[in-house]
């Protein structure tokens, strides 16, 4: 089993920054990507960005351009730097990842953007 542990979100004003981080520990080594979802209020869980063990990303077209995803193998850590936040960025983020086996979820962190 694999388990995340988030972190960075918070309040912020829009055109603002914020960069979350995602933890990951436990069966590490069946990792085949990490990512970051999103769900706001009334809407479904939607893609935000995913980074592959190469290293290869996939973004939202909503988000692309203003946010980066990357991660650092030797602390086991997905980042989400997200620049110029609109409010419609507002939702609980939430990070997964793809083993050879299974999927798992982050608890989710709240960002909010206000106008």
């Known amino acids: 089993q694999v388990q995340l542990v988030e972190s960075g979100g918070g309040l912020v004003q829009a055109g603002g920054s914020l960069r979350l981080s995602c933890a990951a520990s436990?069966?590490?080594?069946?990792?085949?990507?990490m990512g970051w979802y999103r769900q706001g209020a009334g809407y479904q869980r939607e893609l935000v960005a995913t980074?592959?063990?190469?290293?290869?990303?996939n973004y939202a077209d909503s988000v692309k351009g203003r946010f980066t995803i990357s991660r650092d193998n030797a602390k086991n850590t997905v980042y989400l730097q997200m620049n110029s936040l609109k409010p419609e960025d507002t939702a609980v983020y939430y990070c997964?990842?793809?083993?050879?086996?299974?999927?798992?979820w982050g608890q989710g962190t709240q960002v909010t953007v206000s106008s």
């Open positions: 997964n990842t793809i083993t050879s086996s299974s999927f798992y």
């Open positions: 436990g069966s590490i080594f069946s990792i085949i990507r």
């Open positions: 980074i592959t063990n190469s290293g290869s990303t």
